[in-house]
């Protein structure tokens, strides 16, 4: 009865759904970074160095949604692979 909510004791498949998940975890964190990171760093750029932002900040946070933005690039929401899969039945 609980047994069917379990993880596999297998080594090699437990470590496998624990890597889909976390590269999943992180996709996910990495594009909804590199989206709404620009809303705040645009107004920093149009304003240009300030006492509260200095240049070399700036381009750290530039780098940051850089970075984001690779290790998001692959990141699709669940129901839209829900959908292409039943697409894909259809045909």
């Not at 006492?51 to 839209?80: K, T």
Request: glycine share 6%; aromatic share 8%.
């Amino acid at each position: 009865m609980f047994r069917d909510h379990l993880p596999s004791l297998h080594p090699g498949r437990f470590a496998s759904s624990t890597f889909h998940r976390v590269e999943r975890l992180v996709q996910t964190v990495a594009f909804w970074t590199a989206t709404i990171l620009p809303v705040g760093y645009l107004p920093l750029l149009a304003l240009g160095p300030s006492r509260f932002v200095s240049l070399p900040m700036l381009g750290q946070i530039v780098s940051i949604n850089a970075l984001a933005l690779l290790l998001g690039h692959g990141y699709r929401n669940e129901s839209e692979e829900t959908a292409d899969a039943a697409d894909a039945t259809e045909e």
